[in-house]
Nanobody, 118 residues
Framework: QVQLVESGGGLVQPGGSLSLSCTASASIISIYFMAWYRQAPGEQRELVARISIGGTTYYADSVKGRFTISRDNNKNMVSLQMNSLKPEDTAVYYC????????????WGQGTQVTVSS
């Protein structure tokens, strides 16, 4: 079973930056979409950013202009550069490969905690 391992989270002050990485234990070269999600306490998991196999990106309105998603198929890795972080970005961040509405190719990893606080 393919495993996803997220890393790079931490505690950062408002306005700061973090770079998250997600590494898959198998090739993602044929996976059309890779995406980052987040789940804040008491909230449902939400889509943050998505990237297609061709590099087309989608961002949630709340992060547009601040976050950048990228993928490196040779390294089986998806990254999320987060700038100008806000307290409302605080959440556990996960990556996965969506294949439909509430359907994913992989089991969820453990995620990485991002806390934005002064």
């Amino acid at each position: 079973q393919v495993q996803l391992v997220e890393s790079g989270g931490g505690l950062v002050q408002p306005g700061g930056s973090l770079s998250l990485s997600c590494t898959a234990s198998a090739s993602i070269i044929s996976i059309y979409f890779m995406a980052w999600y987040r789940q804040a306490p008491g909230e449902q998991r939400e889509l943050v950013a998505r990237i297609s196999i061709g590099g087309t990106t989608y961002y949630a309105d709340s992060v547009k202009g601040r976050f950048t998603i990228s993928r490196d198929n040779n390294k089986n890795m998806v990254s999320l550069q987060m700038n100008s972080l806000k307290p409302e970005d605080t959440a556990v961040y996960y990556c996965n490969a969506p294949k439909g509405v509430n359907a994913y190719f992989y089991a969820w990893g453990q995620g990485t905690q991002v806390t934005v606080s002064s």
